[in-house]
């Protein structure tokens, strides 16, 4: 028999208050997600690492948003190993790489 694991046997619904009740657990998750998702619910709360990096200058951000290149393209390609796990698009680099001329 396998062990269970990742499941949540307790969970701290107040303050100071943990619960260990399945239904009392099941409702405080919903409640929870109903609120973070609701469409007239609170603002997100900000990230605690805001403002932690610094910033991009014009000249780096404008390289970040611009079309490549043919040829930076076709170097990224071939740089990679052909037998690597396939990509977002479902083809291991082998496939694109013999496509090119």
Known sequence: MRKRRKAISRL??????WCDNESQLR????D???????????????YPISGCFPALDADVSGSLTRIPLDVEIKDALFSM?????????????????????
């Open 12 to 17: 701290k619904v107040s303050s100071d208050e």
């Open 27 to 30: 409702s405080a998750a919903t």
């Open 32 to 46: 929870y997600f109903k609120v973070l998702f609701a469409l007239n619910g609170p603002p997100p709360a900000p």
């Open 81 to 101: 190993a052909p037998h690597k796990a396939p990509g977002a698009w479902g083809f291991a680099p082998l496939c694109p790489a013999s496509c090119c001329n």
